[in-house]
T-cell receptor
Framework: AQSVTQPDIHITVSEGASLELRCNYS??????LFWYVQSPGQGLQLLLK??????LVQGIKGFEAEFKRSQSSFNLRKPSVHWSDAAEYFC???????????FGDGTTLTVKP | NAGVTQTPKFQVLKTGQSMTLQCAQD?????MYWYRQDPGMGLRLIYY???????DKGEVPNGYNVSRLNKREFSLRLESAAPSQTSVYFC??????????????FGPGTRLTVL
């Protein structure tokens, strides 16, 4: 069965610093991979996705992620964090033969002024 | 477009009461989902409907039932609420099948408390 691990429950960074959120997945075939963001009291919003092709994908709000098959990872990065990036971030793997995804437990990002 | 809408936004129930959470999407998606979100546990899939007329159990289906009323609407029913069902419930939809992937669009959530 597929699974997603986000090793960091909580990360704190200073505004303007770089950010990397880790995601490792387990899936038997080539995965579809997603990062979502959730602001307090809101639903989830898609940041970016990897379906195939270029392993470095760009998303909204200046985020990017790199798919590394050899490491079963899909880490999210941003070169300079803004206070408005404080939120909870979820990595997900989409099954290619069924209409559903598996989500990680999430990483909460706090941004220090 | 409203996207995915959910009603109600908040609900308080007593143990043993029943209720139905409503979800509708206006994006003509074929797949719809119900999740629950609890602190530290991410999103757990309760039920999903890959296409109109089909429903399947997810990770945590016990105590819930669903109805895919039509392509737009997918409801979640709690027949006899229990305190363990206190959670935030999210509905989502996606276009899956033809393009093979399932980027999901989420509603704003329903906060349910069972006393």
């Amino acid at each position: 069965a597929q699974s997603v691990t986000q090793p960091d429950i909580h990360i704190t960074v200073s505004e303007g610093a770089s950010l990397e959120l880790r995601c490792n997945y387990s899936y038997g075939a080539t995965p579809y991979l997603f990062w979502y963001v959730q602001s307090p009291g809101q639903g989830l919003q898609l940041l970016l996705k990897y379906l195939s092709g270029d392993t470095l994908v760009q998303g909204i709000k200046g985020f990017e992620a790199e798919f590394k098959r050899s490491q079963s990872s899909f880490n999210l990065r941003k070169p300079s964090v803004h206070w408005s990036d404080a939120a909870e971030y979820f990595c997900a793997v989409g099954e290619t033969n069924a209409g559903k995804s598996t989500f990680g437990d999430g990483t909460t990002l706090t941004v220090k002024p | 477009n409203a996207g995915v809408t959910q009603t109600p936004k908040f609900q308080v129930l007593k143990t043993g009461q029943s209720m139905t959470l409503q979800c509708a999407q206006d994006m003509n998606h074929n797949s719809m989902y119900w999740y629950r979100q609890d602190p530290g546990m991410g999103l757990r899939l309760i039920y999903y409907s890959a296409s109109e007329g089909t429903t399947d159990k997810g990770e945590v289906p016990n105590g819930y039932n669903v109805s895919r009323l039509n392509k737009r609407e997918f409801s979640l029913r709690l027949e006899s609420a229990a305190p363990s069902q206190t959670s935030v419930y999210f509905c989502a939809s996606s276009e899956w099948g033809g393009r093979g992937y399932n980027e999901q669009f989420f509603g704003p959530g329903t906060r349910l408390t069972v006393l």
